[in-house]
């Protein structure tokens, strides 16, 4: 079975631009969320989407969203980046059974200048 | 709220023995988890547990007191590979089926000849 897969693997863009990042969760597994892990911070959860819906969020502004289609695919959006926005990404997927474990996709590298 | 602490930074020998600690402070626990990550990589699973005591597999075991918000990661038999960061994490289960990971800074194990 395909792992968890992420594009594009990396990006640069520049403050104030707006980005869009991809993630196919594993076949079957229809919970999608997304973290974001920095030097400073470590990983920090984002959100978490199942079937189209967002579950659970954490404390990130307003301008990350996110999205997940009815193939359980799912997108994340950062607008109006800023410096601080510069981090690896990490979506994870799970079957949604309660007890299942989370299995992280590669990543994205987002390097805002 | 939510806090989690382990070491940032051990170092060991190849061939011995280590234990990564990790204390947590968090409502709606609902199980701990440790993943490996190389630099560079995604975080990989390494264990769970949510019942206190020890899960073994392989070289890796994972302890867990839920008394005492305690968890700690034990490698035996130490490789070169096994050099890479331990992330210990919380999942938080408030909302009925949305998954959060909590996730602490993370130990960098370096592991000497």
């Known amino acids: 079975k395909a792992g968890v897969t992420q594009t594009p693997r990396y990006l640069i863009k520049t403050r104030g631009q707006q980005v869009t990042l991809s993630c196919s969760p594993i076949s079957g597994h229809r919970s999608v969320s997304w973290y974001q892990q920095t030097p400073g911070q470590g990983l920090q959860f984002l959100f978490e989407?199942?079937?189209?819906?967002?579950?659970n969020k954490g404390n990130f502004p307003g301008r990350f969203s996110g999205r997940q289609f009815s193939n359980s695919r799912s997108e994340m959006n950062v607008s109006t980046l800023e410096l601080g926005d510069s981090a690896l990404y990490l979506c994870a997927s799970r079957a949604d059974r309660v007890q299942e474990t989370q299995y992280f996709g590669p990543g994205t590298r987002l390097l805002v200048l | 709220g939510q806090n989690i602490d382990q070491p940032t930074e051990m170092t060991a020998t190849e061939g011995a023995i280590v234990q990564i600690n990790c204390t947590y402070q968090?409502?709606?626990?609902?199980?701990l988890f440790w993943y490996q990550q190389h630099a560079g990589e995604a975080p990989t699973f390494l264990s769970y547990?949510?019942?206190?005591g020890l899960e073994e597999k392989g070289r890796f075991s994972s302890f867990l007191s839920r008394s005492k918000g305690y968890s700690y990661l034990l490698l035996k038999e130490l490789q070169m590979k096994d050099s890479a960061s331990y992330l210990c994490a919380v999942r938080d289960l408030r909302i009925q089926g949305a998954q959060k990971l909590v996730f602490g800074q993370g130990t960098r194990l370096t592991i000497n000849p």
């Open positions: 547990n949510v019942l206190d």
């Open positions: 968090t409502s709606g626990f609902n199980g």
């Open positions: 989407y199942f079937s189209e819906t967002q579950r």
